[in-house]
Nanobody, 115 residues
Framework: QVQLVESGGGLVHAGGSLRLSCVAS????????MGWYRQAPGKQREWVAV???????FYSDSMKGRCTISRDTTKNMIFLQMDSLEPEDTAVYYC?????????WGQGTQVTVSS
């Protein structure tokens, strides 16, 4: 059974940084891509960054240049380093993977950026 557990969210001032972590079990990130999504209050969930099974990263325009997705294949974990955070980045951030066509989500971690 695939399980994803995020951590690392919190409250930060505008301009600050946070590093989110997601540990995966029941699947291998060497085989399946993984990504980070976020959902702000009253808005649809949107993708932020994804990394395919080969380790290639893709970024959405929403945080491009301000975030970096990385992974540790020995620990089956992915990370999202976020810098120059803005109040508009306030959202619940979710880790995601799709295994054999089935989407799996973590429980989310809250990121709040104060102005």
């Amino acid at each position: 059974q695939v399980q994803l557990v995020e951590s690392g969210g919190g409250l930060v001032h505008a301009g600050g940084s946070l590093r989110l972590s997601c540990v995966a079990s029941g699947m291998s990130i060497n085989v399946w891509g993984m990504g980070w999504y976020r959902q702000a209050p009253g808005k649809q969930r949107e993708w932020v960054a994804v990394m395919n099974s080969l380790g290639r990263a893709f970024y959405s325009d929403s945080m491009k240049g301000r975030c970096t997705i990385s992974r540790d294949t020995t620990k089956n974990m992915i990370f999202l380093q976020m810098d120059s955070l803005e109040p508009e980045d306030t959202a619940v951030y979710y880790c995601n993977t799709a295994v054999d066509g089935t989407n799996f989500w973590g429980q989310g971690t809250q990121v709040t950026v104060s102005s």
